[in-house]
């Protein structure tokens, strides 16, 4: 892990709420990114209204890494590189948080090699998913940064652990759907789709990935959420 500062959730930098903004910029300014591919990438956002982050849109089109991506911010804005495993994965938390919110702003709660309470995610920066750590751990927890890929692969280990059980209301209806909903966020990641489009049929639901309006890719989930008989 990098010796850097391990910054307390609330002293997220200043720069949270700049953005897309923000990280172009930066990434400008460390070379790593010219002004057209900036332009480019942002006017893809603008056409998604905003439903795409920066980063994922420049992981899309090949132009970052994400591992580049994830060691520019640790580096830049000190937040340390967390990667969640089955060892530091802190299954109370993540239980009492749940696959919704975990999912929804892509983050972990683990413990750090020393032992210490932290929560991983894939964008510090977000304020919603920093809030959404703070209400639930507290603001003494340690944030980390981790890839997405790697989050929800912790997310499904957990489910597979049986680590959480839904709380009744919840979006989540028994291990079908968290399942389906794992499945679909990691294949929609992994396919750069900026868009899911759930296809639902008598013999079960399949989903089509799309980027910038043209399908990149598709997946039957009959075996998940086939409906019951009768």
Request: glycine letters at 10%; hydrophobic letters at 45%.
């Amino acid at each position: 892990m990098l010796a850097v500062p391990v910054p307390a959730i609330e002293a997220a930098p200043p720069h949270a709420d700049a953005g897309a903004t923000f990280l172009g910029t930066l990434l400008v300014d460390l070379g790593l990114l010219t002004h057209a591919q900036l332009d480019t990438a942002l006017s893809i956002q603008s056409r998604c209204n905003g439903r795409r982050r920066l980063g994922d849109i420049l992981i899309a089109q090949g132009i970052i890494g994400e591992t580049r991506l994830i060691e520019v911010l640790s580096m830049q804005l000190g937040f340390p590189m967390l990667v969640p495993g089955r060892d530091t994965l802190d299954r109370a938390r993540l239980a009492r948080l749940g696959a919704n919110r975990c999912t929804q702003h892509m983050l972990v709660p683990m413990r750090t090699p020393e032992g210490l309470p932290a929560v991983t995610m894939a964008d510090p920066l977000d304020r919603a998913a920093r809030q959404s750590a703070l209400s639930a751990f507290g603001a003494s927890v340690i944030v980390g940064i981790s890839g997405k890929h790697a989050i929800l692969d912790a997310i499904a280990l957990a489910e597979r652990d049986c680590a959480w059980t839904p709380s009744p209301g919840s979006w989540v209806e028994g291990d079908r759907l968290a399942r389906f909903a794992i499945a679909l966020i990691r294949d929609g990641y992994r396919l750069g789709a900026g868009e899911i489009r759930i296809l639902l049929g008598a013999s079960g639901v399949s989903a089509e990935f799309l980027r910038d309006g043209e399908t990149t890719g598709s997946r039957a989930f009959d075996d998940v959420l086939a409906p019951d008989a009768g």
